[in-house]
């Protein structure tokens, strides 16, 4: 029985409750519906309906496995074109807790998965965004981009993450973009929005990078509103 479907260029990839007892990973050619391979998912047993496994990518294959709670161990495990098991990433580390049960802070790129983190030190959350390698499940760079705020969502286009961030109530809950270069982290541009995207109506989407313009969506009910920025 699939409990998540999810379909990319080359291969269409679910995961199968068997059973209701083990949770596995399917892949199928998207031309015929011929099964490629199967692999099983950590021993995993068929998660509850707070959502415990999410697919966060399947050309190549990741899979977020718990993590969605405070204080809930979790990973994020990755897979091979043969559906061998590969890198592993915990969702909790030295980087602080990531958020990677937020689809619009998580992207996977050029082999590595980028995804806002939170790190709380003191009575202060810093919020950042890390890169990881798939292969190795290793981290690769790290960089603070929020400290009194919040991520809202991050794109990973042409070289490029960039974050929506919120610069917090002591600057008035504007948000900000913030560039940087997905090989180094490196920050190349900042730019103050003039709009707090966080007062609309809607849950926020995976912001759509075009050109040098990014637009989130926020999505709720009955409400469709739509912000864009230019960025350099």
């Not at 030295?94 to 990677?100: E, P, V």
């Amino acid at each position: 029985m699939p409990e998540q479907v999810a379909a990319g260029e080359r291969q269409v990839v679910a995961v199968l409750a068997c059973d209701r007892t083990e949770l596995r990973l399917a892949a199928f050619d998207p031309a015929d519906g011929g099964q490629r391979w199967t692999a099983p998912l950590g021993g995993r047993t068929t998660p509850g309906p707070d959502g415990q496994v999410a697919l966060l990518s399947t050309e190549p294959v990741v899979v977020q496995l718990g993590g969605t709670a405070e204080g809930q161990p979790g990973a994020c495990l990755t897979f091979g074109e043969d559906g061998k098991a590969a890198g592993r990433i915990e969702t909790t580390g030295g980087y602080g807790t990531l958020q990677a049960h937020a689809p619009a802070l998580v992207a996977v790129a050029d082999g590595r998965l980028y995804v806002g983190a939170e790190n709380r030190r003191r009575e202060a959350y810093r919020d950042r965004v890390v890169a990881f390698d798939l292969a190795s499940g290793s981290e690769v760079w790290l960089r603070d981009v929020a400290v009194a705020g919040g991520l809202r969502a991050l794109d990973v286009t042409g070289g490029r993450v960039t974050v929506l961030a919120d610069r917090g109530s002591r600057q008035d809950g504007l948000d900000e973009l913030r560039v940087l270069d997905a090989a180094t982290g490196e920050e190349k541009e900042s730019l103050e929005t003039g709009v707090d995207v966080d007062q609309e109506k809607g849950d926020l989407a995976d912001p759509r990078v075009y050109e040098n313009l990014v637009i989130a969506v926020r999505w709720g009910w009955g409400v469709r509103p739509v912000s864009a920025y230019a960025r350099g």
